[in-house]
């Protein structure tokens, strides 16, 4: 047995490493929550207004190429935030070009300053992490930036930067550890390729860039780039957008096509090489078909991996409590209470299977979570109609089913799809595509015609999509919805 | 029968063109009349009403031409270089508009070609119950017989009477949107959305740009009071939503001058306008001098030319509206009425179509379903919109009570303000809800970017008897500014500070 040894003012106690004494009476903390993103936060904040002694550990593992970030998760860091703040730049840049038509006169040549954008961006950023310690400390959650892992029953390890280890025990514990980037495996991908960890905070402009991916991390970086003016090609394995729509995947892709972004289509990396030293430097990258023997070559200056992420469950004990993860994949099976088969250790968030991966399903599971736990709640997350947004040039917002997955549940003949192209009013004057924005809504009709899917593609389409999402909820039928009166003139009225 | 048509429409609008197409999908004999009788200043324009040349459309149009505005100032901010200093020229907007409108005016001529619907371009009035004359510009007389005629004539702007000059010097909406030079320092007056809208777009582009306002702007929208940081609730008479509104646009630019009203405007040698008006509250008289002067004071329908009396059909004698019933029928058989020009519905695009189409389909398709105006969403397209859907505050506390309703609300400040370092102040929502079990949703408030896309959706979830707990268990999307619709929490009866913090 190994005798720990702890700096609180707390009692010693004895723990045995290997789980089979009994565990103490009485715990440092009510709850641990490992991870301080959107769901381990709002988790967190939840318990402390229920006068639970609750801890947040957190801790950012640098990248490959070195960066690393404050307290708030992915999101806040990596993710929704910077994403969608780089996706308005390029807004903007479409929106100088509009202008012209609307009376603006202004230098044609106009520029854009990588640094001025990310220099604003991460300052922000570095706001939202200040005012979450703020939060944690005004509500008296403790909170330490250091690597937490299990150790033995109720107790986990926590290794801050320095390299110091401090035990801590809780009578329950979240894990909300999050994903991070995967890398190809092909030689140079580490030491070279860069991911969205490392894009938002990038000290240079990337320059000509390669993405690798169809994800929606993929198409979402791919498009502001360009958007920013930058050389953009992105190389595809198979399809785009995995799990989405597949008639509105390739809108989305023709219409990046169409504004200037390149794709390789049925290839993969196997190499990239250094041929020159820089920020941004010159990279070759040695591709593979999929569909046969061919290999293509290309130079860039940078090359973003956007194949995936992975959960980062594998390095925090979880063999020591016997949390079952599913081996493929990392990710933590739980029950509709989001409980592991351990019954005092909860998971939420990104690490979850099958379920989304979005911010606000993370902090809605979080809330009700704690609610069950200490206010006698008993609602549920309801991961039934979650709205999402893919931020990409031309915006896509969807609810519900994609139209392959209704035919595949109720049958094709059972399902309606009405659809219909649209112009937005603003695209007009300038003269912009009048045949790419594009709604449909899929309708159950043994169920009274209910609206089971929504999808639109065009500006603003979370906007858009989010109070479709709540009529939805609400048990939304074709019916109701031709008796509701447009707003005009938007697009939502479509 | 022994008339020509089946359907005559009076009038070549939203609510008339959307009538005629529906009537003619049911192979119906239609004709449709429309003309524009010019403004006092001359402006005169093509088929398709209002909304289409001087209103929703160009407004829109103008509306994101200042927006563009804002943009070009935000993406400074974003990283974009641009080189200082940035002009608008009105006469490249304008021209842009302009032939954007005829497009949808030519449109229009087409589609209804294409339905075979007859079109006159004739100034309609009534001889008997089922026969109506047209009257060219020229004066060449055309007669037209239906069994069935919808008045869609819809409305003018109003000018004050009061004033002197008001006529032969000031402009109204039917003119901004088509001047070919730009209108320089402009005085657009009152109390109305129209004023609010265009003085919002000119002040964008960059337009010196005062709103005279005599007592409450936006009447008739939201009004209940603010909450004070000392957590006081009090129910005045006060504009919430609509000073918020007028809040932002003071600190853009647009000035006001409150409580002041008009008494004349007088042509200086310079060809300026000279406006003097009273300060009703210091009581003091005052004059300026102004390039353009725009009266928004209201629009009232023009039946006089139409001939009402003949054929008995009765108007509101206040207001001189049509009065029609549930299904849109007048006080005489087979004469009815949409759009603008009813009594008691509201003035928007939408509602008019909608009508129009299931007039149409009650008439010529076997159908019985009537129009339902209940819960009918609008957007006010200010530089900071206000959408809303279902009631105002002030009338779910007349209708309910004050102790039966249960208001929550948020400021919050959308992403995309942050970077750009804009003052979000008065980005702000409200959801009104009934406070027993059910918590059933009865108006809805926003007031943002983007605020009609946002009020869309909950407008159908209101129409689907969304409750408070609906939207709770909604999840939002993120990051989105409507996504804080679903996390509206604090109630103005707790007096909390309702700022969002953070995600």
């Not at chain 2, 918590?439 to 408070?468: D, S």
């Amino acid at each position: 047995s190994v005798q720990a040894h702890k700096e609180e003012d707390n009692p010693q106690k004895t723990m045995e490493v290997n789980g089979l004494t009994p565990v103490p009476n009485s715990y440092d903390y009510d709850l641990i929550v490992i991870g301080g993103g959107s769901g381990g936060l709002a988790a967190a904040k939840e318990a402390a207004k229920y006068e639970k002694k609750v801890m947040v550990v957190d801790f950012v593992t640098p990248t490959p190429q070195g960066s690393s970030w404050g307290l708030g998760g992915t999101c806040v860091n990596v993710g929704c935030i910077p994403k969608k703040l780089m996706h308005q730049a390029a807004l903007l840049g479409q929106a100088l070009q509009d202008s012209r038509k609307f009376g603006w006169q202004f230098t044609e040549e106009v520029k854009h300053n990588w640094m001025i954008m990310t220099e604003s961006v991460q300052n922000y950023i570095g706001s939202l992490n200040w005012g979450y310690r703020v939060a944690l400390r005004d509500k008296k959650v403790t909170y330490e930036n250091a690597y937490g892992e299990f150790v033995g029953p109720h107790t986990i390890k926590a290794t801050n930067k320095k390299g110091i280890e401090k035990l801590y025990t809780a009578e329950r514990f979240i894990i909300a550890t999050g994903e991070r980037p995967r890398y190809l495996g092909i030689p140079g991908d580490r030491e070279y390729c860069i991911s969205s960890d490392d894009l938002f905070s990038l000290p240079y402009c990337p320059g000509k860039t390669l993405v690798v991916g169809a994800s929606y991390v993929a198409l979402e970086c791919a498009g502001f780039l360009a958007g920013l003016g930058l050389d953009v090609t992105v190389m595809v394995r198979s399809i785009l957008l995995r799990g989405f729509d597949q008639d509105m995947a390739n809108r989305i892709g023709e219409y990046m096509k169409e504004h200037g972004v390149n794709f390789i289509r049925e290839f993969v990396p196997i190499k990239v090489e250094q041929i020159e030293e820089g920020a941004p430097g010159i990279l070759k990258v040695t591709a593979k078909s999929t569909a046969g023997d061919q290999i293509i070559e290309g130079e860039y200056n940078t090359v973003l991996l956007a194949i995936g992420r992975d959960p980062c469950t594998r390095k925090i004990g979880l063999d020591k409590v016997g949390v079952n993860i599913n081996e493929k994949t990392g990710k933590i099976p739980v029950n509709d209470e989001e409980q592991t088969n351990v019954p005092y250790i909860y998971a939420i968030g990104d690490i979850l299977q099958d379920k989304l991966e979005l911010t606000p399903v993370a902090i809605q599971a979080g809330r009700l979570l704690v609610r069950r736990l200490y206010a006698g709640a008993t609602a549920k997350c309801d991961y039934v109609n979650v709205p999402t947004t893919v931020f990409t040039p031309l915006e896509y917002g969807a609810c519900g089913y994609s139209e392959e997955t209704a035919v595949e549940k109720f049958g094709e003949e059972n399902i309606e799809v009405y659809h219909s192209n649209f112009w937005p009013l603003e695209w007009t004057v300038p003269s912009r595509d009048n045949n790419k924005c594009y709604a449909k809504i899929i309708c159950n009709i043994q169920d009274n015609e209910r609206v089971i899917g929504f999808h639109v593609l065009g500006p603003n389409a979370g906007e858009v999509t989010q109070g479709f999402a709540a009529a939805m909820k609400c048990g939304l039928t074709k019916e109701q919805l031709d008796s509701t009166v447009g707003i005009h003139p938007v697009c939502a009225e479509v | 029968g022994k008339n020509e048509y089946d359907l005559l429409v009076i009038g070549g609008g939203s609510g008339g063109l959307a009538c005629a197409k529906e009537a003619a999908q049911f192979g119906r004999k239609v004709a449709v009349m429309d003309y524009v009788e010019p403004s006092p200043q001359g402006t005169t324009w093509g088929l398709g009403g209002t909304c289409v040349n001087v209103g929703c459309i160009p407004k829109k149009l103008m509306h994101q031409a200042a927006l563009l505005g804002s943009a070009i100032k935000d993406a400074q901010h974003y990283g974009w270089n641009i080189s200082q200093p940035v002009h608008h020229t009105w006469s490249v907007m304008a021209q842009g508009v302009q032939n954007y409108v005829k497009s949808l005016n030519w449109g229009h001529r087409v589609q209804l070609q294409e339905k075979k619907v007859k079109y006159f371009n004739v100034k309609g009035s009534f001889s008997d119950p089922h026969t109506v004359r047209g009257l060219t510009k020229a004066g060449k007389e055309t007669v037209v017989t239906a069994d069935n005629i919808v008045i869609a004539t819809g409305g003018r702007p109003k000018h004050p009477m009061d004033v002197a000059g008001a006529l032969e010097y000031g402009i109204t909406s039917d003119d901004l949107f088509w001047l070919k030079e730009s209108p320089g320092k402009t005085l657009p007056s009152f109390i109305l959305y129209v004023s609010l809208e265009c003085a919002g777009f000119l002040t964008g582009i960059g337009l010196d740009t005062t709103v005279m306002v005599r007592s409450v702007p936006l009447r008739g929208f939201d009004q209940a009071s603010h909450i004070s940081k000392k957590n006081q609730i009090c129910f005045t008479t006060q504009q919430q939503m609509a000073s918020l509104v007028t809040d932002h646009m003071e600190s853009y630019g647009t000035k006001f001058l409150k409580r002041c009203f008009p008494t004349k405007v007088e042509k200086l040698k310079s060809n300026r306008l000279q406006v003097t008006w009273k300060n009703a509250d210091l009581d003091t008289e005052e004059t300026d001098s102004f390039d353009t002067v725009m009266w928004a004071v209201g629009r009232a329908p023009d039946t006089k030319t139409l001939n009402l009396e003949t054929v008995g059909v009765k108007t509101n004698s206040e207001t001189g509206k049509i009065i029609v019933d549930a299904s849109e029928a007048t006080s005489v058989p087979h004469i009815y009425a949409v759009g603008d020009i009813t009594e008691g519905r509201p003035e928007l695009t939408p509602t008019a179509i909608a009508a129009g189409k299931l007039l149409a389909q009650r008439l010529f398709g076997q159908s019985s379903e009537l129009m339902d105006y209940d819960n009918v969403p609008t957007t006010v397209f200010t530089p900071l919109e206000y959408g809303c859907v279902g009631l105002s505050e002030e009338a779910a506390v007349q209708r309910h009570g004050s102790d039966n309703i249960e208001v929550y609300h948020a400021y919050y400040k959308p992403l995309e303000f942050t970077v750009a370092e804009r003052d979000a102040t008065q980005c702000y929502m409200k959801m009104v809800c009934l406070r027993e079990r059910e918590q059933r949703i009865l108006g809805l408030h926003f007031i943002g970017p983007n605020a009609g896309e946002v009020i869309q959706g909950f407008a159908l979830g209101i129409k689907c008897g969304a409750t408070y707990p609906q939207m709770m268990k909604t999840v939002g999307i993120h990051p989105t500014c409507a996504e804080e619709v679903t996390k509206l929490h604090i109630t103005k009866r707790s007096g909390l500070d309702a700022t969002v913090t953070g995600c």
